[in-house]
């Protein structure tokens, strides 16, 4: 089974400057590959017409320092995945650790965290990873396994808080072909404007006639430490999708399935919850 790219190599690459044409790199060592590394580009800017920043980068790569591109793949802020090395060549951005990990390029800005769009790009590619390794795949940060600041403040926060796990029921979504990112965040709940959540309370939120949502849930007002599980429905699942710590506001983003309309909000603890709709299927 081939990993899945919604942009392939062939997209962005110019003549005599393809990654092929700049390495001698064996193929992709599935045997030995037991880690996903996330990078940034340690850049205050990004152009956002990501065939031109990867032209750019390979060019540099290639007549400056006289090899390819070391990533496997690239994500954009618009949750676009763009082949790289893929599986065609290991990676060659991890020093010493190339031959265990899957490297993805995280197109941020500055120190910026990866935004849901990109979020829900990095779960769907952990995913087909681990689906096709026979290893146990870790997530890290390039800081992890390395003496840098890579992958930034924003991204290694969002990875020690496993923001880039998949989410149980992710099979639901069909990200190359069912996927609708809204231009705009649609905010369904806020219950600092209705009643705060209860301990062990179960509420139901309208969010619309899909099969799942992609959604940015917030605690604050927290009264103790607690979790919330968001379901489409049934018994709750033995989850969290976030964890929270009294008078702390923390985030997370997540797929979640959708029935009849609503999804089911499980908190343990006393607290504020604000949930905006970010894509659906």
Same mark, same amino acid.
């Given at each position: 089974m081939s990993l899945k790219y919604h942009k392939k190599a062939s997209d962005w690459e110019l003549p005599k400057m393809e990654v092929a044409s700049h390495t001698n790199s064996p193929p992709l060592p599935w045997d030995t590959i037991d880690k996903i590394a996330f990078h940034y580009t340690g850049g205050d800017t990004v152009n956002r017409d990501t065939a031109k920043h990867l032209q750019d980068s390979q060019s540099y790569y290639a007549r400056v320092r006289g090899y390819s591109l070391g990533y496997n793949c690239a994500i954009d802020q618009d949750g676009v995945v763009w082949e790289i090395r893929g599986e065609r060549f290991k990676c060659a951005a991890n020093k010493g650790r190339n031959d265990e990990t899957f490297a993805i390029h995280m197109l941020v800005e500055g120190q910026n965290p990866a935004n849901p769009a990109m979020v829900a790009a990095a779960r769907w590619m952990v995913t087909q990873i681990r689906n096709r390794s026979l290893n146990h795949i870790s997530i890290v940060g390039h800081n992890d396994i390395g003496n840098t600041q890579c992958p930034g403040l924003g991204i290694s926060e969002q990875i020690r808080l496993g923001v880039f796990e998949p989410n149980i029921h992710e099979d639901v979504v069909d990200q190359e072909t069912s996927m609708v990112i809204l231009g705009v965040a649609e905010r369904v709940h806020d219950s600092r404007q209705t009643v705060k959540h209860d301990d062990l309370e179960i509420r139901s939120v309208y969010v619309g006639d899909h099969k799942a949502v992609f959604v940015n849930l917030t605690a604050t007002n927290a009264e103790s430490g607690g979790f919330v599980t968001l379901y489409g429905g049934? @018994? $709750?699942?033995? /989850?969290? %999708?976030? %964890?929270?710590?009294?008078?702390?506001?923390?985030? %997370?983003?997540?797929? $979640?399935?959708?029935?009849? *309309? @609503?999804?089911? $909000?499980?908190?343990? *603890?006393? $607290? !504020?919850? /604000?949930? !905006?709709?970010q894509a659906v299927v």
């Open positions: 049934g @018994h $709750v699942p033995n /989850v969290s %999708n976030l %964890n929270f710590q009294k008078s702390k506001d923390i985030c %997370n983003a997540s797929w $979640v399935p959708v029935q009849d *309309g @609503h999804i089911s $909000v499980y908190t343990y *603890g006393r $607290v !504020d919850l /604000v949930i !905006d709709k």
